[in-house]
T-cell receptor, first 115, second 114 residues
Framework: AQTVTQSQPEMSVQEAETVTLSCTYD???????LFWYKQPPSRQMILVIR??????QNATENRFSVNFQKAAKSFSLKISDSQLGDAAMYFC????????????FGTGTLLAVQP | DAGVIQSPRHEVTEMGQEVTLRCKPI?????LFWYRQTMMRGLELLIY????????DSGMPEDRFSAKMPNASFSTLKIQPSEPRDSAVYFC????????????FGPGTRLTVL
């Protein structure tokens, strides 16, 4: 069964500092996508960044970047220059197409940003 | 585009009552997903549709839950009868194959069953 594991229930970072959220996944599929979603107190699920498994280059979106280690099945999110608005629950998710066609979520990491 | 629209945003009902949650996906998206989020179980996929057809409902907890998608722009999730353990936030999401399976989520419906 496909699983996604986030081992850090909570993290804290000082404003303007850098923080890395960890995620590991387990699958036997060769074609899949990986995502990080942000859920602020408003509950809205917002896509932060995505990575296609077939791409070796790590995805980057402004202050957000990932470290994708396919062999290790690791997909961590780095937030640079943290801002107060980055405080939220962050979910790692993996998508498998074909017959599976499911987005599997991790349990989330609650990020606090200290001023 | 207005994004995925869900209604109501909040629903409070009493045990035993019927509850209907509504979703309007993004125009042009051919996949629609219903999720439930609770503290205990996290985010769970309940059911998804492709071109209005239910494809996988293995996540629907029991027969009290049913979902329909009568057309490409509307879906409902119904709970009858509702129970306190159904209290959760219910999300609808949509996507299309050409979006690389990026799912766009609605704002969610917070359901409280007393």
């Amino acid at each position: 069964a496909q699983t996604v594991t986030q081992s850090q229930p909570e993290m804290s970072v000082q404003e303007a500092e850098t923080v890395t959220l960890s995620c590991t996944y387990d699958t036997s599929e060769s074609d899949y996508y990986l995502f990080w979603y942000k859920q602020p107190p408003s509950r809205q699920m917002i896509l932060v960044i995505r990575q296609e498994a077939y791409k070796q280059q790590n995805a980057t979106e402004n202050r957000f970047s990932v470290n994708f280690q396919k062999a290790a099945k690791s997909f961590s999110l780095k937030i640079s220059d943290s801002q107060l608005g980055d405080a939220a629950m962050y979910f790692c998710a993996s998508y498998y197409g074909g017959a599976t066609n499911k987005l599997i979520f991790g349990t989330g990491t609650l990020l606090a940003v200290q001023p | 585009d207005a994004g995925v629209i869900q209604s109501p945003r909040h629903e409070v009902t009493e045990m035993g009552q019927e509850v209907t949650l509504r979703c309007k996906p993004i125009s042009g998206h051919d996949y629609l997903f219903w999720y439930r989020q609770t503290m205990m179980r996290g985010l769970e996929l309940l059911i998804y549709f492709n071109n209005n057809v239910p494809i996988d409902d293995s996540g629907m907890p029991e027969d009290r839950f049913s979902a329909k998608m009568p057309n490409a722009s509307f879906s409902t999730l119904k709970i009858q009868p509702s129970e306190p353990r159904d209290s959760a936030v219910y999300f609808c999401a949509s996507t299309s194959w050409d979006r690389g399976y990026e799912q766009f989520f609605g704002p969610g419906t917070r359901l409280t069953v007393l």
